[in-house]
């Protein structure tokens, strides 16, 4: 299983944003360097399902988080989100969704509290993801 490591500061800032935006899914970038994440870069949640139960990455979200990228010298790992009183697991939407080659972090936020934070990638067939390690990084 490969992993992603998060700095202090990212693993903090995740879900802190899960807690503030409970009982809604947050959602943001992920951008760092070689499997390190640096930032979490918070997103509008502007699916047209309602934020209760769903997260969506527009276009215009997906270029933002690149040019962030870009701007602070990084590149873009990947995204995460939150499931408001469900466990940190991919669903069917997210896997309905996701793009290869990122992670995909998921904070459970239990009753507005942050529990377990878990990362996944799509698999080269796109039928299922993996789990990866999460690495707490300085």
Not at 42 to 52: D, K, Q
Not at 71 to 91: I, N, Q, V
Request: aromatic content about 8%; glycine content about 8%; some cysteine.
């Amino acid at each position: 299983m490969a992993g992603i490591g998060l700095k202090a500061a990212v693993d903090a800032a995740i879900r802190a944003h899960g807690r503030e935006t409970f009982p809604h899914e947050c959602c943001g970038a992920l951008v760092g360097r070689e499997g390190v994440v640096h930032e979490a870069f918070a997103l509008a949640n502007t699916t047209e399902e309602g934020p209760r139960r769903r997260f969506l990455v527009r276009p215009d979200d997906y270029r933002v988080a690149e040019e962030r990228a870009r701007e602070t010298g990084l590149d873009l790992l990947g995204f995460y989100h939150s499931h408001p009183d469900h466990p940190a697991r991919p669903s069917q939407y997210d896997l309905d969704h996701a793009w290869p080659s990122f992670s995909y972090v998921i904070v459970s936020v239990m009753a507005g509290e942050d529990k377990e934070l878990t990362s996944w990638r799509l698999n080269d067939d796109r039928a299922a993801f993996a789990e990866e390690s999460v690495e707490a990084r300085l």
